[in-house]
DNA sequence: TTAAAAAGTAAAGTTTATTTTACATTTTGG
DNA sequence: CCAAAATGTAAAATAAACTTTACTTTTTAA
């Protein structure tokens, strides 16, 4: 499983720790599921999409070993 | 949060148990997220959501407590 | 109406997400 | 260059997802 979390928090100007504020979850947090280190929960998924005005499906992309 | 996925299942013509051995968890994980006792992993979702030709945001829905 | 299938539930166990704390490394702006 | 901010990382602890087994209740179809 991929992400582009880096790449939209880029876009939108934000720091892991204000992403992190904004969606209420640790920095670390964030930080390891940018680093691929564990897939988040549907609901992080799902108010991570809604900030960054995009769907799941592209923020997260599966892939053949899912 | 809430989700469509029985009535998706439904729509489908699966039962908890085909569903469960097409996603690749048990029936009962099948139950339980019906059930609203757990979310899923956004791998889950994903998968849920392109078995059913739906979107992760139309399977699941945020609400005012997620 | 009855047997079989499907759905609900529950407890115990395993795995994985997430937090907290804490520190090291890298990047950025002045 | 230098300090501050941002990022990376790691260990220990907790919470939550998920499995397995097993049993009960509900639904369905013959």
Do not use: W, Y
């Not at 992403?19 to 280190?37: D, H, Y």
């Not at 988040?40 to 799902?46: D, H, K």
């Amino acid at each position: 499983m991929k992400n582009t979390i880096k790449i939209e928090r880029a876009r939108h100007n934000l720091t892991q720790a204000n992403l992190a504020e904004k969606i209420g979850v640790s920095r670390q947090s964030i930080n390891a599921i940018e680093k691929g280190k564990f897939i988040p929960s549907t609901v992080l998924a799902l108010k991570l999409a809604k900030l960054f005005n995009a769907s799941v499906e592209t923020l997260f992309l599966l892939e053949d070993d899912d």
